[in-house]
């Protein structure tokens, strides 16, 4: 198992900023691709932001701009910095990893963090 331990949600003003952590323990060999996405109250999970193994990053057109991923290799830890937030951010956000591990690359997601932006 790989679990997944997500972190830095919370509530927020319009405008304001939030970076949420995603903390990738247990037996792997590499992360080789990272996701964020989000579900808001009756949407479904959308595509926040994905970056590979060579650091390539893309955005949901809603976040270009104003969200950014990130990942410390030496922590295990990707990253979601969020700037200039809306109300229309606001949602359940989830970290998706694939890992390479002795049983093959495999996906795993966190258990989700809750972010709220008041208007």
């Known amino acids: 198992q790989v679990p997944l331990v997500e972190s830095g949600g919370g509530l927020v003003q319009t405008g304001g900023s939030l970076r949420l952590s995603c903390l990738v323990s247990g037996s792997f060999f590499s992360i080789y691709a990272m996701c964020w996405h989000r579900q808001a109250p009756g949407k479904q999970r959308e595509l926040v932001a994905h970056m590979t193994s060579g650091g390539n990053a893309n955005y949901a057109d809603s976040v270009k701009g104003r969200f950014t991923i990130s990942r410390d290799n030496a922590k295990n830890t990707v990253y979601l910095q969020m700037n200039s937030l809306k109300p229309e951010d606001t949602a359940v956000y989830y970290c998706?990893?694939?890992?390479?591990?002795?049983?093959?690359?495999?996906?795993?997601w966190g258990q989700g963090t809750q972010v709220t932006v008041s208007s």
């Open positions: 998706n990893v694939q890992v390479s591990t002795n049983r093959g690359n495999l996906g795993y």
